[in-house]
């Protein structure tokens, strides 16, 4: 980038290089969770009887990914075709007893997954701790904005980084001591867009 100083060139990419890590370990984090609780609501909803459980447990994993309220719409999204056809399994129980089971059940699996297990591993990928992430997405919540709250936990993240980058730049220290800057076509998307554009101004 042209206000790029040469001197800065490893340590902004470098920068840039960590953006990539904390915005691609969220993504890759947030889809592995998807899937995983995809997987096991298609195996559950198969063990009870919920008709076409595949397509519903695949909804409930991408759902699911909605901060807080995903396990309720996902319960109340299976909910429906529990109470119009009832169980295939259990045909004993009234259709409304069966409905109302499975999205208790179902809400129940979703937030304790999402609160007490995706949001510490996330926490982790992106070194923060787990009372930010949550008070991250609480916080999104208050402010009734579910782009807010799914992109929070990356967003402290970001801040994070450039808060600790301008701090040992003002108190005279290397920001990132003992590494190396990455090798051409190693880098994440962030950091190849600088260098696709630092080249290109180069070649004018």
Known sequence: MKWVPNSLNREFTLLLVWLDRIWGRYLAGMGLFAVVLGVGSILEYWLLGVPYPVIFGVLTGIISLIPFIGGFLSGLIVFIPCLLFGST????????TFAV??????DVICQISYNFVALPIIGKLIKLPYWVVLSGVMLGAAFNSILFAF????VF?????????VLSKIVGREPFPDQETPAEGTQGFLSQFMLGEKAQVNSE
Do not use: D, E, K, Q
Request: net charge positive; no cysteine.
């Open 101 to 106: 089971i499975v999205a208790l059940i179902n």
């Open 89 to 96: 399994r259990f045909t004993g129980l009234s259709p409304f």
């Open 157 to 165: 993240s970001t801040l994070r980084l450039i808060y600790t980058y």
């Open 151 to 154: 992109l929070v936990i990356p």
